[in-house]
Every structure is written in structure tokens, then in C-alpha cells.
């Protein structure tokens, strides 16, 4: 079984190392073993749920289904599931009831099946040990793993994730637990900060970062890969390479992004105590079709995650605002609201007090003086807005509701793992 994880300290937190693998050609075997092994308990025990709930009427829990996995061990043909480490199989039953939890919650949608094509990876819960500075030892491999270490490690070593991504190349993701970081000294100043497409960041100071459109600099060359991975034979070699070519494209686009939103991100938090961000409905927005795009282009989530977690780490503070509140339509100098603002607008004039405003900096001024006022009275007493239906939580009867959607339950085939 897996070990409980011990309780952290007030000042020790949780923190990955991600670092490049270089595995040996036996090695790689082992690896397409150990994912395959993950990706089929996965869809293995999510097939058995389904199932059983089309049937009783309630769900397998994971204590159920380890007391499965032993004996689907010890089954005639399913001898390849001994070859990785046991518990690397048990995370992955963790994964899979952690993701019913989050379905229940609310925060995502319900568990699909794992395909072999996309992402794979796995877990090491235990008895993850450094050899020297740049090879680790994990269970089920007889010699170390040398990987990239392009930065310090620290702390006291907890777990590991090791993934593929879909370009060929290995990852280890460890994690430590460490001390938590002493917190940048304070400067006094608050800023707020409009997210859009036309500039990514527009500041109340009137800064403007400029929006790089990642994904549109390399259309170009990605559609000519794609069209020639496209005409290849299936199946075929060459279409794999052109395959490889295809997801390098997409990586470095990911890379890009995340580099120009680390860099954004983190100077923000040095320069400013406290950082004021508008609560925006990307999921709603997307179904523009004319924006869609560029709005995944720009990446708003990513970057707020970003901007929180690192303010967080530093004892900053990021206020978020109602999503409902009219930032750009409010004149910052008498609070009247204009009646009607099109997205070609990037300026207008107040009609009370004839204030020419530049919508951008008129919103993140807004924003900024809006989360002062619910930092000073503690509550976001603003109800212009539309009406937001509470969440409920979702009970059993939505696992019927999803499970239903699909004519009969998927009959995951075996196959020899790492094939």
C-alpha cells in the first residue's frame, strides 16, 4: 500500500523539480512497460466502475478495486503486470478515484479513457534515491536513470513522476519537500491589471505588455507539418516521424508561452504588494468563434495560476474582482457607467464629465480601485450583475447521466504492454 504522506510543518512546503531524461534504449522498454501498465489499470478499473454502476447502482471505491488489482495479478495472462513496481499501479488507482472526486466537485469533467497516443506517465510514491548528481534510482530498474540537472535540488525527496510527451521526449517531475522561501521585500505599491488580445497586459500605470501570438508566428510552418503528416501512410514510419514533427512544433509553442508568462509573472510580483486581476469567463468567451483562437492563444488561466501561486510563495497578495463589474465601461473620474461599449471602441469620451478614456487603462484603473475597496470592507457588495446559479454538488445519478450518453460500456482489449 501507499504510504500516508506526513504532515508538513508551518514552514516546509511542497515543491517539483522538473529535469530532461535520458533513459537507454533498454530502459525505454521498461518505461513503455510501466505506462502501459498505468494506462491499463486505468481503463481497466474505469470500465469496471462504469459497469458496476449500470448495474448496482453505486461505485466501486478504491479499496474495492486494489483488492481487484491483487487478484487480476495473480490471473492467468495478466503475468506482465508483475514486471513494474506495484505501486506505481496503485497511483494509478489513485489517479482515477481522485478524478471521480473532482467530477463530484465540480471541478471537471467525468474520467475518459487514456489513450497510448497522448501523454503518458506514471508514478513512483517510494523510495526515490539520487545516486550522484545526475542519476536517480527508482524500483523494477536495475541501473540508474541519468537525467539533465540544470538546477539545484533541494530538499528531502518525496515522490516521482516520470512522462513522455507526445514529441519523444522523457521528463522526471520530483517532488521535495522544502523550506519555504523567504518572502520578497515589500515595496507599498498596488497595481491593477486588464487582460486582453490586442495588448496582454495593460497596467494601471499604463504599462502595456505586448501580446506575442505564439500559436499565429508558427501557423504557418505547422500547417505545412501537418499537412504532410496528413498524406502519410498509416501506420507507417515516416508518418511517425512526421508525427514527432507535428507535437515539436506545438512543444515550442507551449515553451514560449510559458517562458514570456514566467517572466511577466514574476515582475509583478517583485514590483508590486499587492496585484488586482479581473475574474474573466474564458470558458464563455471561447465560444466566439471569431476570438476563440486568440484568446487560447493568449492563455489568461495560465498565466493567473501563474501570478498566484508565485505571489503566494512571496507573501503578495492577488485580488480578484467580480467578473460582472463594468471595468472598462465605468468613467474613472465621476463613476458613470457608459450604456454601451463594442470591442472596436478603444477610446471614448465620458458624456458627464467629457473624460476621454483609453479602455484599457480606464479598466485596469477600475479593477485596481475595486479591489481596493473590497480589500478595505472585506466583501464584494457589487450586484449589477447577472444572476450566477449556485453550484450544486453532483450526486451518483451523474455518473448515470454520463455513463448513459454511451450506447454500452467500452470493452478495453488486452494487449502485450509496450507494444
Same mark, same amino acid.
Given at each position: 500500500?501507499?504510504?500516508?504522506?506526513?504532515?508538513? =510543518?508551518?514552514?516546509? /512546503?511542497?515543491?517539483?523539480? !522538473?529535469?530532461?531524461?535520458?533513459?537507454? =534504449?533498454?530502459? %525505454?522498454?521498461?518505461?513503455?512497460?510501466?505506462?502501459?501498465?498505468?494506462?491499463?489499470?486505468?481503463?481497466?478499473?474505469?470500465?469496471?466502475?462504469?459497469?458496476?454502476?449500470?448495474?448496482?447502482?453505486?461505485?466501486?471505491?478504491?479499496?474495492?478495486?486494489?483488492?481487484?488489482?491483487?487478484?487480476?495479478?495473480? %490471473?492467468?495472462?495478466?503475468?506482465?503486470?508483475?514486471?513494474?513496481?506495484?505501486?506505481?499501479?496503485?497511483?494509478?488507482?489513485?489517479?482515477?478515484?481522485?478524478?471521480?472526486?473532482?467530477?463530484?466537485?465540480?471541478?471537471?469533467?467525468?474520467?475518459?479513457?487514456?489513450?497510448?497516443?497522448?501523454?503518458?506517465?506514471?508514478?513512483?510514491?517510494?523510495?526515490?534515491?539520487?545516486?550522484?548528481?545526475?542519476?536517480?534510482?527508482?524500483?523494477?530498474?536495475?541501473?540508474?536513470?541519468?537525467?539533465?540537472?540544470?538546477?539545484?535540488?533541494?530538499? %528531502?525527496?518525496?515522490? *516521482?513522476?516520470?512522462?513522455?510527451?507526445?514529441?519523444?521526449?522523457?521528463?522526471?517531475?520530483?517532488?521535495?519537500?522544502?523550506?519555504?522561501?523567504?518572502?520578497? !521585500?515589500?515595496?507599498?505599491?498596488?497595481?491593477?491589471?486588464?487582460?486582453?488580445?490586442?495588448?496582454?497586459? $495593460?497596467?494601471?500605470?499604463?504599462?502595456?505588455?505586448?501580446?506575442?501570438?505564439?500559436?499565429?508566428?508558427?501557423?504557418?510552418?505547422? *500547417?505545412?507539418?501537418?499537412?504532410?503528416?496528413?498524406?502519410?501512410?498509416?501506420?507507417?514510419?515516416?508518418?511517425?516521424?512526421? =508525427?514527432?514533427?507535428?507535437?515539436?512544433?506545438?512543444? =515550442?509553442?507551449?515553451?514560449?508561452?510559458?517562458?514570456?508568462?514566467?517572466?511577466?509573472?514574476?515582475?509583478?510580483?517583485?514590483?508590486?504588494?499587492?496585484?488586482?486581476?479581473?475574474?474573466?469567463? $474564458?470558458?464563455? /468567451?471561447?465560444?466566439?468563434?471569431?476570438?476563440?483562437?486568440?484568446?487560447?492563444?493568449?492563455?489568461?488561466?495560465?498565466?493567473?495560476?501563474?501570478?498566484?501561486?508565485?505571489?503566494?510563495?512571496?507573501?503578495?497578495?492577488? $485580488?480578484?474582482?467580480?467578473?460582472?463589474?463594468?471595468?472598462?465601461?465605468?468613467?474613472?473620474?465621476?463613476?458613470?457607467?457608459?450604456?454601451?461599449?463594442?470591442?472596436?471602441?478603444?477610446?471614448?469620451?465620458?458624456?458627464?464629465?467629457?473624460?476621454?478614456?483609453?479602455?484599457?487603462?480606464?479598466?485596469?484603473?477600475?479593477?485596481?480601485?475595486?479591489?481596493?475597496?473590497?480589500?478595505?470592507?472585506?466583501?464584494?457588495?457589487?450586484?449589477?450583475?447577472?444572476? $450566477?446559479?449556485?453550484?450544486?454538488?453532483?450526486?451518483?445519478?451523474?455518473?448515470?447521466?454520463?455513463?448513459?450518453?454511451?450506447?454500452?460500456?467500452?470493452?478495453?482489449?488486452?494487449?502485450?504492454?509496450?507494444?
Amino acid at each position: 500500500m501507499i504510504g500516508k504522506c506526513q504532515e508538513l =510543518k508551518d514552514n516546509e /512546503m511542497h515543491k517539483a523539480f !522538473k529535469f530532461r531524461l535520458l533513459p537507454t =534504449k533498454e530502459q %525505454e522498454i521498461l518505461l513503455a512497460k510501466h505506462f502501459g501498465c498505468s494506462r491499463f489499470i486505468y481503463n481497466h478499473f474505469l470500465a469496471e466502475k462504469q459497469k458496476h454502476y449500470l448495474e448496482n447502482k453505486e461505485t466501486l471505491n478504491y479499496h474495492t478495486c486494489a483488492g481487484h488489482l491483487v487478484s487480476k495479478k495473480k %490471473e492467468e495472462g495478466f503475468e506482465w503486470l508483475k514486471e513494474v513496481n506495484s505501486q506505481t499501479l496503485q497511483s494509478s488507482l489513485k489517479n482515477l478515484e481522485n478524478a471521480y472526486s473532482n467530477f463530484f466537485k465540480n471541478k471537471s469533467k467525468f474520467p475518459k479513457f487514456k489513450k497510448k497516443s497522448e501523454r503518458n506517465s506514471f508514478s513512483i510514491p517510494q523510495h526515490v534515491n539520487l545516486q550522484d548528481s545526475s542519476h536517480i534510482r527508482i524500483p523494477k530498474f536495475k541501473e540508474s536513470l541519468r537525467f539533465v540537472r540544470h538546477r539545484e535540488l533541494k530538499g %528531502e525527496i518525496k515522490s *516521482a513522476t516520470i512522462s513522455k510527451n507526445p514529441s519523444g521526449k522523457y521528463n522526471i517531475s520530483i517532488l521535495c519537500v522544502v523550506e519555504k522561501p523567504k518572502t520578497i !521585500k515589500k515595496t507599498g505599491k498596488s497595481i491593477g491589471i486588464d487582460l486582453g488580445l490586442k495588448d496582454f497586459i $495593460v497596467t494601471s500605470e499604463g504599462k502595456k505588455y505586448n501580446n506575442p501570438r505564439f500559436f499565429k508566428k508558427y501557423q504557418v510552418i505547422l *500547417a505545412r507539418k501537418q499537412k504532410y503528416f496528413s498524406r502519410k501512410q498509416k501506420d507507417s514510419k515516416r508518418r511517425n516521424r512526421a =508525427k514527432i514533427k507535428v507535437a515539436r512544433i506545438h512543444e =515550442k509553442i507551449i515553451n514560449s508561452r510559458n517562458d514570456m508568462q514566467h517572466q511577466v509573472s514574476i515582475r509583478l510580483v517583485r514590483d508590486y504588494d499587492l496585484i488586482a486581476i479581473e475574474d474573466l469567463n $474564458v470558458k464563455g /468567451m471561447v465560444k466566439n468563434h471569431c476570438l476563440a483562437k486568440a484568446i487560447s492563444d493568449a492563455a489568461w488561466s495560465s498565466f493567473v495560476t501563474k501570478l498566484k501561486y508565485k505571489a503566494d510563495w512571496n507573501g503578495k497578495e492577488v $485580488v480578484v474582482i467580480d467578473r460582472f463589474y463594468p471595468s472598462s465601461k465605468t468613467c474613472g473620474c465621476c463613476d458613470h457607467v457608459k450604456e454601451s461599449l463594442s470591442l472596436k471602441e478603444r477610446t471614448w469620451t465620458c458624456s458627464k464629465c467629457n473624460t476621454i478614456h483609453d479602455r484599457d487603462v480606464n479598466a485596469s484603473e477600475n479593477i485596481l480601485r475595486r479591489a481596493l475597496s473590497i480589500k478595505s470592507s472585506g466583501t464584494d457588495d457589487y450586484g449589477h450583475g447577472a444572476k $450566477v446559479r449556485l453550484n450544486k454538488a453532483k450526486s451518483l445519478k451523474g455518473i448515470g447521466n454520463e455513463v448513459s450518453k454511451k450506447k454500452s460500456v467500452r470493452k478495453y482489449v488486452l494487449k502485450p504492454v509496450g507494444l
